[in-house]
């Protein structure tokens, strides 16, 4: 493309955000089959498992979804699964290790609560991720036939068993195998906003509750311990960024820029801390074009990497990058440096260009 059939740096911008966009048509129909293959999932181990059915308190959307930020086509969907078992549960904040609580039990009656030496009853989060897997391992032969509309038919397969956090399901629809939906189905305890950790700042919540999801610690193995949950709020977190479309286009470019840049040690969680933090900050007028919000927080998520320090939104004395080895920060550390400059070059010189739209966000630009 010559120079006089360049984007300005604002049409560019706008070019990008409208190719990250799914049509509302395709949106539905990824939704909908969505919802009749969580609703047969969930059918299907409240029918194995008694345990399941009585514990069972519903499912809960997290993720880019909730919050609106998603890019590309609605086909992972993250499922809270809300649990709630023979017990009043106590959060207990676990010292040196801020973000992380154990969850105190007040009796011993479900397998998956164990007691730990002197100190009491705790939630096992080895127990509760083993019961899901053998549940969800179980069931998976009712899981190969499942009937969409249009006559779609989706067979699912288990890919990630909980050891981390999430237990990943892959629906596959049998004539169109290139169409997935993707989902991380994460076991949660739920708590209302009077039982957050009294030693934390607890952020604006508007009454909403708040999770507990098993989550081991960032650390060699012999440091683990079975008890340890972390804090989740997705829906506080969604009052931070509500109202806010410029916000959250940008946050979408960035997360575009990541894929086109293959910077997946970024996850997208990492990259909303940013903006959750600049909020707090009241610092950034978010009446401002997308592009040029997107460069403010470049410069901010830079920053981050390069001093490994990127605070957990819900308890700041957390950092969030120290998943990433110090080689992985240094290559992250490179790439954004190289966009940050060519994004404020283009923005002082007002134009962008089709290799740039390919280069930074890995859109390709129609002949125009």
Same mark, same amino acid.
């Given at each position: ?11 560019? @911008? ?10 509302? #048509? ?34 809960? +959307? ?6 609106? @930020?998603?890019?590309? =086509?609605?086909?992972?969907? *993250? ?5 709630? =078992? ?24 479900? /397998? ?90 607890? /952020? ?16 060699? /193995? ?16 969604? +009052? ?14 960035? &997360? ?17 801390? @940013? ?5 707090? #900050?009241? &610092? ?26 990127? /605070? ?9 990058? *120290? ?11 490179? @790439?954004?440096? &190289?966009?940050?400059?060519? =994004? ?25």
């Amino acid at each position: 493309m010559s120079r006089d059939r360049d984007f300005t740096f604002g049409e560019g @911008i706008e070019y990008v955000l409208d190719n990250i966009r799914f049509p509302d #048509n395709t949106r539905a129909t990824f939704t909908e089959d969505a919802q009749t293959l969580q609703n047969t999932f969930v059918n299907a181990i409240s029918s194995y498992d008694p345990m399941f059915r009585t514990a069972f308190q519903g499912l809960s +959307l997290g993720g880019s979804y909730l919050d609106g @930020i998603k890019i590309d =086509l609605p086909e992972e969907f *993250d499922m809270h699964v809300k649990i709630e =078992l023979p017990c009043i549960l106590r959060p207990v904040s676990v010292p040196d290790r801020p973000g992380f609580i154990f969850l105190s039990a007040s009796n011993g009656d479900s /397998p998956c609560v164990k007691r730990f030496d002197n100190e009491g009853y705790f939630i096992s989060r080895f127990a509760v991720q083993n019961w899901f897997r053998n549940s969800i391992t179980a069931v998976m032969p009712q899981l190969q036939k499942i009937r969409c509309n249009e006559g779609r038919v989706y067979s699912m397969t288990y890919t990630a068993h909980g050891t981390g956090v999430a237990h990943t399901l892959m629906a596959t629809e049998r004539r169109d195998r290139k169409r997935k939906i993707w989902f991380d189905f994460v076991p949660v305890f739920e708590f209302e906003p009077h039982q957050w950790p009294r030693d934390l700042r607890r /952020p604006t919540n508007d009454g909403r509750n708040w999770f507990a999801v098993p989550r081991k610690y960032f650390d060699k /193995p012999e440091t683990q311990d079975p008890r340890s949950f972390i804090l989740c709020a997705p829906h506080w977190e969604r +009052l931070v960024l509500h109202k806010k479309q410029n916000l959250k286009d940008s946050l979408r470019l960035m &997360k575009s820029l990541r894929n086109a840049n293959e910077m997946g040690g970024l996850v997208s969680y990492f990259l909303k801390s @940013i903006y959750l933090h600049e909020v707090a #900050n009241k &610092k950034t007028n978010w009446n401002q074009s997308p592009g040029r919000i997107l460069i403010r927080m470049l410069i901010n998520l830079l920053h981050a990497v390069r001093l490994n320090n990127l /605070p957990f939104y819900l308890a700041p004395d957390h950092n969030n990058l *120290d998943s990433l080895s110090a080689e992985c920060r240094r290559e992250y550390v490179r @790439i954004l440096n &190289k966009n940050v400059d060519k =994004l404020i070059r283009r923005r002082n010189a007002n134009y962008l260009t089709k290799d740039d739209i390919y280069n930074i966000f890995g859109v390709k630009v129609d002949n125009l």
